[in-house]
């Protein structure tokens, strides 16, 4: 059965730091990753998607892959009290329409 | 990114109705959705697979008579949970995935359910 493993928290930081966020995962197939975030009460929102080995920034976020440690992360610069959230990894092997496979999120707060 | 609308965004009812929530995509077509459920503080947890045209696939342990899925266009897919109870009270989630996105996928706002 396929996992997707994610530290709970809550994961506390202060404003301006760099927040980390990690995420294994156990399907050696799969290709596609993704992170994203939820405040409470709302849907998820699609933040950073990652398919290959390496680093993808956007604006204050970076994603990172290692598909041979089976591991994906994600950084946030310059975190801000609107960050605080839950963010969740999800992944899914390559194949059209398969469905997702989510993390269990991890809480995240940051400290004015 | 896409845009995936879910109405209504809140539903009251009366233990014993019945309730239809709406999923659509609004700038694209999804010939498979998703249906999610969230208790709170807990992880979104897939209920079952939307097809259009066809039947829905659901995931092991959702009732598929409780819980009825139609994916009658490209465009909308409905999620009806009959005889509701307290217990089926969560927040129901929509998503869809654009065709040729490599997997990255949208969601609706929710739907809150509360069952009295």
């Known amino acids: 059965q396929k996992e997707v493993e994610q530290n709970s928290g809550p994961l506390s930081v202060p404003e301006g730091a760099i927040a980390s966020l990690n995420c294994t995962y156990s399907d050696r197939v799969s290709q596609s990753f993704f992170w994203y975030r939820q405040y409470s009460g709302k849907s998820p929102e699609l933040i950073m998607s990652?398919?290959?080995?390496g680093d993808k920034e956007d604006g204050r976020f970076t994603a990172q892959l290692n598909k041979a440690s089976q591991y994906v992360s994600l950084l946030i610069r310059d975190s801000q009290p609107s960050d605080s959230a839950t963010y969740l990894c999800?992944?899914?092997?390559?194949?059209?329409?398969?469905?997702?496979?989510f993390g269990t999120g991890t809480r995240l707060t940051i400290i004015p | 990114g896409a845009v995936v609308s879910q109405h209504p965004s809140w539903v009251i009812c009366k233990s014993g109705t019945s309730v239809k929530i709406e999923c659509r995509s609004l700038?694209?077509?999804?010939?498979?959705m998703f249906w999610y459920r969230q208790f709170p503080k807990q992880s979104l947890m897939l209920m079952a697979t939307?097809?259009?045209?066809?039947?829905?696939?659901?995931e092991q342990g959702v009732e598929k008579d409780k819980f009825l899925i139609n994916h009658a266009s490209l465009t909308l897919s409905t999620l009806t949970v009959t005889s509701a109870h307290p217990e089926d009270s969560s927040f129901y989630i929509c998503?869809?995935?654009?065709?040729?996105?490599?997997?990255?996928?949208?969601f609706g706002e929710g739907s809150r359910l509360t069952v009295l």
């Open positions: 700038d694209f077509q999804a010939t498979t």
């Open positions: 990652i398919y290959s080995n």
């Open positions: 939307s097809n259009e045209g066809s039947k829905a696939t659901y």
């Open positions: 998503s869809a995935r654009e065709e040729g996105l490599a997997g990255e996928l949208f």
């Open positions: 999800a992944e899914t092997p390559f194949f059209g329409n398969e469905k997702l496979t």
